[in-house]
């Protein structure tokens, strides 16, 4: 079972390392970051890199494709779209975390689908022919969004007890300790404090980017 994380410039670290954690121990499983062109790529902050061993034209059959997103998505980018459309055909799985959706849905993939994506940017997944979704992860047959960065570890977490069993996705959450307990009450729209809110979305651009 071939798992692929697609990288790009300005990825959010904890959307592709969140799934990568959890579905890393699938039986038989390999993973693989992949990337237009193999190589050191850098994430959002600039402070963290890393490495995509295989380019897009070496990994042509994956099972399970992870799209992270990040604050500058290359919606826009044909190499992605077309990789996107070509390995879909062959997946059991094709998932996103985050803004990665809006990578799913440039490349027409969510045209018709249930799809989460971060709070600020359901309009552009929405634009996308997505029916969007506040829910935290969504299955539409084999496609799997996941909301905003936090959420790619449900995602992946729920996508491995689906593949190999409750156990073994149980024994995941054990060996993380994945026992959440937030020391504020303020990770969605719904229960952050109104000013807050409003200073994310003054203050959050688009995402969008070539």
Known sequence: MQIA???????TA??????????GPLPGA?????????????????????IAR???????????VVVPGGPHVPV???????????????????????TGSLLLGAAGLLEGRRATSHWLYM????????????ERV???????????????????????????GDDHARFVQLMTEYDPQPPYDAGSP????????ELMRSTMTSPASS
């Not at 193999?38 to 600039?46: L, Y």
């Not at 719904?190 to 809110?197: G, M, N, S």
């Open 5 to 11: 994380i697609l990288l790009f410039d300005d990825f």
């Open 14 to 23: 904890l959307d592709a390392i969140g799934p990568y954690t959890m579905l």
């Open 30 to 50: 390999e993973t693989v970051f992949v990337a237009e062109q193999a190589g050191p790529v850098h994430d959002d902050t600039g402070n963290l890199t890393l």
């Open 54 to 64: 295989k380019s897009l034209d070496e990994v042509t059959n994956p099972d399970i």
């Open 76 to 98: 826009d980018n044909k190499a992605i779209q077309n990789w996107l459309r070509q390995v879909d055909a062959g997946t059991t799985w094709t998932t996103s975390v985050c």
């Open 123 to 134: 309009d552009q997944c929405a634009s996308y022919g997505a029916e969007t979704t506040g």
């Open 138 to 164: 969504v299955f539409d047959g084999k496609y799997v969004t996941a909301a905003g960065v936090s959420s790619g570890i449900d995602m992946g977490l729920t996508l491995a007890g689906k593949i190999a």
């Open 190 to 197: 719904d229960k952050a404090p109104a000013h807050l809110v």
